[in-house]
């Protein structure tokens, strides 16, 4: 796993938890997926999950169809869910456009 740091907006810092090179569990990935629950941009798909919504922590999980490379990044405290799903959408946006 690797920790970085990450800001929204005009926001603090708050850290972002990426996991690499470890296996989890990819069930409630396709099963938004499957209810039409992710945010699409291209070859790329997102899913935004609340870990604890009264702290702010919540799961961002990014895929690319291209390389089938399931992506999953912890936020750390202070980022509400809402703020969350925007900055999902906007980054598979521009991963899209590269």
Not at 10 to 37: H, K, M, R, S, Y
Not at 45 to 69: K, R
Not at 80 to 93: F, K, S, V
Request: with cysteine.
């Amino acid at each position: 796993m690797e920790m970085s740091t990450a800001i929204w907006g005009e926001g603090t810092p708050v850290q972002i938890l990426q996991q690499i090179g470890t296996t989890f569990d990819q069930t409630n990935f396709f099963a938004a997926v499957a209810a039409g629950d992710a945010l699409s941009a291209g070859t790329w798909l997102a899913v935004v999950t609340p870990l604890d919504e009264t702290h702010g922590i919540n799961v961002i999980e990014l895929y690319n169809s291209t390389d089938q490379c399931l992506r999953r990044y912890q936020i750390q405290p202070g980022v509400t869910l809402t703020d969350a799903t925007d900055y999902a959408q906007a980054w598979i946006t521009s991963l899209d456009s590269q």
